[in-house]
């Protein structure tokens, strides 16, 4: 099992930048791919970006693809999500999630076995 705790959470105002990260303990970190996903009230929680185990791989979502990248550091236990040119309607809780798959499955967040509590995220007009 691994324990997942997301920081870096917070307020920040539009056009500004902001990196999560995601601490693991438990089951070697190195063993999972990572994903971050978000969810604002009202709505389902959707994906925003994944990284395969090893990092040769990584997905992001279309509406954050150029100013969103994830990437990990395997000795670190640590999963980052640098968000930059940050929106209002980037405003939700991000999640990050472990998982064994394969890299095509990257993006399907019923295959995460386990979750952090979310970090807030909050972007100022």
């Known amino acids: 099992q691994v324990y997942l705790v997301e920081s870096g959470g917070g307020l920040v105002q539009a056009g500004g930048s902001r990196r999560l990260s995601c601490g693991a303990s438990?089951?070697?970190?190195?063993?999972?791919?990572m994903g971050w996903f978000r969810q604002v009230p009202g709505k389902e929680r959707e994906f925003v970006a994944a990284i395969s185990r090893s990092g040769d791989t990584a997905r992001v979502g279309d509406s954050w693809k150029g100013r969103f990248a994830i990437s990990r550091d395997n000795a670190k236990n640590t999963l980052y999500l640098q968000m930059n040119n940050l929106k209002p309607e980037d405003t939700a809780v991000y999640y990050c999630?472990?998982?064994?798959?394969?890299?095509?499955?990257?993006?399907?967040?019923?295959?995460?076995?386990?979750w952090g509590l979310g970090a807030q995220v909050i972007v100022s007009s």
């Open positions: 999630a472990a998982g064994f798959l394969q890299d095509y499955d990257l993006e399907k967040q019923d295959k995460y076995s386990a």
């Open positions: 438990g089951y070697p970190f190195s063993a999972y791919a």
